[in-house]
């Protein structure tokens, strides 16, 4: 039963680094999609794949990039990281209706 | 701009007391509301939902209720527990349009 799995829970990087959140689900959903928490804020969509080979950008895209690389699995990638994008990502999935099942979340901080 | 809206950052309520989370959106395209709830350290996890054709969805202690014409909906816990402490989001969605959009969230603290 591990539904929407992503890795790392913790994280610290220095402005300028990259890195890539894992993520993998067990639901044989479809879609998939990051979210981002911040104070005041709620969750805010960054890029999402409605299906196995295709993604798109959501609300807050700026500074990331997505892979899907088969139908389990959504990577988000930073290439250049910002003190802006510390934050907590969440991962999430969801097949037939619109109810959302989301990750843990992993915690970056980018100093 | 965002399209859901939580105005009440916060709710302190008593155990076996009533919490009411209120929630407001803009876009009249909504048709599927969904409330999720958040324990620190964890992610989202579905409470319960509703859609435009109802008034009214009850789940236990939950029910939920939608104005379509206010463009409101609401959460109540009866009777309210401890372990009903932890954020509250709202979410809508349009039926041609998987993507959910989140309201800013209500941090529910039930005392003893």
């Known amino acids: ?111 | 701009d965002q399209q859901v809206k939580q105005n009440s950052p916060s709710l302190s309520v008593q155990e076996g007391r009533i919490s009411i989370l209120n929630c407001d959106y803009t876009n009249s395209m909504f048709d599927y509301f969904l409330w999720y709830k958040k324990y620190p350290a964890e992610g989202p996890t579905f409470l319960i939902s509703i859609s435009s054709i109802k008034d009214k969805n009850e789940d236990g202690r939950f029910t939920v209720f939608l104005n379509k014409s206010a463009k409101h909906l609401s959460l109540h816990i009866v009777p309210s527990q401890p372990g009903d402490s932890a954020v509250y989001f709202c979410a809508a969605s349009a039926s041609n349009d998987y993507k959910l959009s989140f309201g800013a969230g209500t941090t529910v603290t039930v005392r003893a």
């Open chain 1, 1 to 111: 039963n591990a539904g929407v799995t992503q890795t790392p829970k913790f994280q610290v990087l220095k402005t300028g680094q990259s890195m890539t959140l894992q993520c993998a689900q067990d639901m044989n959903h479809n879609s998939m999609y990051w979210y981002r928490q911040d104070p005041g804020m709620g969750l805010r969509l960054i890029y999402y794949s409605a299906s196995e080979g295709t993604t798109d950008k959501g609300e807050v895209p700026n500074g990331y990039n997505v892979s899907r690389l088969n139908k389990r699995e959504f990577s988000l990638r930073l290439e250049s990281a910002a003190p802006s994008q510390t934050s907590v990502y969440f991962c999430a999935s969801t097949g037939l209706g619109n109810t959302i099942y989301f990750g843990e979340g992993s915690w970056l901080t980018v100093v």
